[in-house]
């Protein structure tokens, strides 16, 4: 079990092409807020279909893309 689970469950069962979300809406999904080691975890987002395809620390924002 992953810390990131609520988001990647989130992801998936959203069932979109793309999603561009705000730290804060992280946050409220998971229930803490977006650290560094998201950098490591990120990965575990291709178990349920997506990928992270940019992190923009200056909108403070990450871009996820469904894996084809």
Do not use: C, P, Q
């Amino acid at each position: 079990m992953s810390k990131y689970d609520a988001l990647w469950n989130y992801l998936k069962d959203g069932g979109k092409n793309e999603y561009k979300l705000s730290y804060e809406e992280i946050k409220d999904i998971s229930g803490f807020d977006l650290d560094h080691s998201f950098l490591t975890y990120k990965k575990e987002a291709k178990a349920y279909g997506y990928e992270v395809s940019r992190i923009s620390m200056k909108e403070k924002t990450v871009f996820f893309k469904k894996v084809l």
